[in-house]
């Protein structure tokens, strides 16, 4: 039997996650504009329909990947995650993008940690975080990041890139 709570959380987000997207695809058409980034990809995870079901047959790397504008054209790494929660758990980051964010951190390049603290059903405050720099703190049992943790590293007005610049020149 369905349920309809599940359905309808899933719904949300959905939306949410599409939202939050949308908002970093905006960044990024600024950033090139900007001449910040070379370039910039969306990756999505390998994923096939079984039985009218949506699977995902391979875990991804970073949602995005791409080359900044130094000296060096040094290797950008996002991953970017949205919760109706209070707290964001370290778990839902897979291990695969995990590794690609700290050998990209390793190799000069620049990973970041993108959330979004959703408030209700609209958008709420967002924040960019060197991956190496995430302070994960034990909660229960389980590692995670809370918004007051945070807070320097939220995005405002601009670009969520500018800030990384004069580290990466």
Request: glycine share 8%; charged share 20%; hydrophobic share 40%.
């Amino acid at each position: 039997m369905l349920n309809l709570q599940n359905i309808l959380t899933g719904r949300i987000n959905k939306a949410s996650g599409d939202a939050f997207e949308s908002f970093l695809e905006i960044h990024h058409s600024y950033a090139l504009r900007l001449g910040i980034l070379a370039h910039i990809e969306h990756n999505q995870p390998e994923a096939k329909m079984i039985h009218g079901r949506l699977i995902y047959t391979r875990q991804g790397v970073a949602d995005y990947t791409g080359t900044l504008m130094n000296k060096v054209g040094s290797t950008l790494a996002v991953e970017a995650k949205s919760t109706s929660g209070k707290r964001l758990a370290k778990s839902v980051i897979q291990p695969r993008q995990a590794s690609h964010l700290t050998a990209v951190a390793k190799a000069g390049g620049l990973s970041l940690l993108l959330v979004e603290f959703r408030h209700g059903l609209g958008t709420g405050d967002r924040y960019a975080i060197p991956w190496l720099e995430v302070p994960w703190k034990v909660a229960r049992s389980a590692e995670s990041v809370v918004s007051e943790d945070i807070i320097s590293w939220q995005i405002d007005g601009s670009c969520y890139l500018t800030r990384f610049i004069p580290r990466l020149a």
